[in-house]
C-alpha cells in the first residue's frame, strides 16, 4: 500500500480537461510535487511545489491543493499526455511516491 | 545543462552485490541532495534513499527495504554518486535512476536515464 492513494487510472477525451487526485496524511504540512513518465522514458517534473511549473512545461499543466489532496489538472488534455502520473511528497527522513495514475486519452 | 548518467546494472545473483554509480554535471554538485529511485517491471516509483549536501551535514536516508542492505555515498571530486547494493534479492530488480533535489527543497528534477539491475539465479 501507498501512503499517497491515486486512482489507477483516469480516462479523458482530447481537449477535455483531466483531473488526477493524490491523498494522504503527507500532505496536510508537505507539498505535492508531479511527475510524468511515459513508456520507456525517465519521469518529468512537472508540478512542484503543489501550484508551481517548471520552465518547458506547458501551460495546460496545472496544480492546486486542498486539506490533504492534491490535485493534477490538465486542461485542453492532447494525445501526447497519455502518460503515467506520479505525486510525491516528502519530510524530514523519507520520500514518498504515489501509486500512480495510468492517464488514457481516448 | 543538468545531466545525470548511471551506470553498473547488471545481473546479479541473489544474495550477491552491485554497485551503481551516477556521473553528474551541470550543477553545484557539492550543494545538492542526491537520491536514488527505482522501478521495478511494470511497477511505480520507490524511492530508495538520498544524501543531503555537505552543508547539511550529508545525512543518508533509506527506505525501510533498503535500510541495512544499500548505502549511498559521494565522491564530490569527481562529481559522482554511488549506490552500493549488497544482499539483493529478487525483489530489488528494477531500473534504478539517480535524480537531483538542487534546492533541498523536495523535487527531483532531472532524473538520469536509469539502469536496469535484475536478481535473479
Known amino acids: 500500500s501507498y501512503d499517497l492513494a491515486q486512482p489507477p487510472s483516469v480516462s479523458v477525451s482530447p481537449g477535455q480537461t483531466a483531473r488526477i487526485t493524490c491523498s494522504g496524511e503527507k500532505l496536510v504540512s508537505k507539498y505535492a510535487c508531479w511527475y510524468q513518465q511515459k513508456p520507456g522514458q525517465s519521469p518529468v517534473l512537472v508540478i512542484y511545489?503543489?501550484?508551481k511549473r517548471p520552465s518547458g512545461i506547458p501551460g495546460r499543466f496545472s496544480g492546486s491543493t486542498s486539506g490533504n489532496t492534491a490535485t493534477l489538472t490538465i486542461s485542453g488534455t492532447q494525445d501526447v499526455d497519455e502518460a503515467d502520473y506520479y505525486c510525491q511528497a516528502w519530510d524530514t527522513t523519507s520520500v514518498v511516491f504515489g501509486g500512480g495514475t495510468k492517464l488514457t486519452v481516448l | 545543462e543538468v545531466r545525470l548518467v548511471e551506470s553498473g546494472g547488471g545481473l546479479v545473483k541473489p544474495g550477491g552485490s552491485l554497485r551503481l554509480s551516477c556521473a553528474a554535471s551541470?550543477?553545484?554538485?557539492?550543494?545538492?541532495?542526491m537520491n536514488w529511485v527505482r522501478q521495478a517491471p511494470g511497477k511505480g516509483l520507490e524511492w530508495v534513499g538520498r544524501?543531503?549536501?555537505?552543508?547539511?551535514?550529508?545525512?543518508?536516508d533509506y527506505a525501510a527495504p533498503v535500510k541495512g542492505r544499500f548505502a549511498i555515498s559521494k565522491e564530490s571530486s569527481k562529481n559522482m554518486l554511488y549506490l552500493q547494493m549488497n544482499s539483493l534479492t529478487t525483489e530489488d530488480t528494477a531500473v534504478y535512476y539517480c535524480?537531483?533535489?538542487?534546492?533541498?527543497?523536495?523535487?527531483?528534477?532531472?532524473w538520469g536515464q536509469g539502469t536496469l539491475v535484475t536478481v535473479s539465479s
Open positions: 535524480t537531483t533535489d538542487l534546492n533541498a527543497a523536495g523535487w527531483f528534477d532531472p
Open positions: 551541470g550543477f553545484a554538485f557539492n550543494n545538492a541532495w
Open positions: 511545489q503543489a501550484t
Open positions: 544524501i543531503k549536501s555537505r552543508a547539511d551535514g550529508g545525512r543518508t
